[in-house]
Each structure stands twice: as structure tokens, then as C-alpha cells.
């Protein structure tokens, strides 16, 4: 029900924008989020946004990255600037019916959608 596209490869310094498209439910009520994972590593936060546009972000993307929503296309962006190599991983997109609340919504486990990733690698 999420499909998150846009991902690739990319220098460093570099901009990439990621795409979720959602289907099947509305999900434009709902908070969504990217996360991220690199090989080894715990799936880290990245980016939430809530009803009201409100949005937070991750320590290591906040002044790089800025999600945005299209309600009436049902889907949520992710553009990213000043790419880094610590960027590289798989990129999920994520959606919320349990919770708006923000420290909630900080853990994977704030989230019951999920989309299937898309892997974005940032090198020279």
C-alpha cells in the first residue's frame, strides 16, 4: 500500500528527491515518515510529518532534508541536499494509525504501513 521510488546513486554534495505513493486506504490523515537503514545498522528515523504540516527531523539530515506531503495524490517526499556517504542506505517510507504522538512516532514501532524501500547511494 506504500511504494517509495526515487532512489539511486548520487556524489556527495548531491540531491535526490524519494517518492512514497500510497494506495488503497487514504493515508493524508495519517502521520507519515522515511526511515532509513544501512547494512549492520538499526533502522533509523529520518523524517515525520503529522497533521497540520508539522514536521521533525532526524539530528543527522535537519537543514538537509525536508519532507513535504500531497494530500490529493496521496503521497509524502523527501528531498534530500547536501548528500553525505553516511546517507547511503535503504530508504522506507512509513505510515501511522497508532499514534500522533512525536516521541511515538521517533520508533519504527510507531508505525503499521510500511513501504518496500529504496536504496539510495551516495559516493565519488
Known amino acids: 500500500q506504500l511504494q517509495a521510488s526515487g532512489g539511486g546513486l548520487v556524489q556527495p554534495g548531491g540531491s535526490l528527491r524519494l517518492s512514497c505513493a500510497a494506495s488503497?486506504?487514504?493515508?493524508?490523515?495519517?502521520?507519515m515518515a522515511w526511515f532509513r537503514q544501512a547494512p549492520g545498522k538499526e533502522r533509523e528515523f529520518v523524517s515525520v510529518i503529522r497533521t497540520g504540516s508539522m514536521t521533525s527531523y532526524g539530528a543527522s539530515v535537519k537543514g538537509r532534508f525536508t519532507i513535504s506531503r500531497d494530500k490529493a495524490k496521496n503521497a509524502v517526499y523527501l528531498q534530500m541536499n547536501t548528500l553525505k556517504p553516511e546517507d547511503t542506505a535503504v530508504y522506507y517510507c512509513?505510515?501511522?494509525?497508532?499514534?500522533?504522538?512525536?516521541?511515538?512516532?521517533?520508533?519504527?514501532?510507531?508505525?503499521?504501513?510500511w513501504g518496500q524501500g529504496t536504496q539510495v547511494t551516495v559516493s565519488s
Open positions: 512509513a505510515a501511522s494509525s497508532r499514534s500522533s504522538v512525536l516521541s511515538a512516532l521517533w520508533q519504527p514501532e510507531g508505525y503499521d504501513y
Open positions: 488503497g486506504r487514504t493515508f493524508s490523515n495519517l502521520p
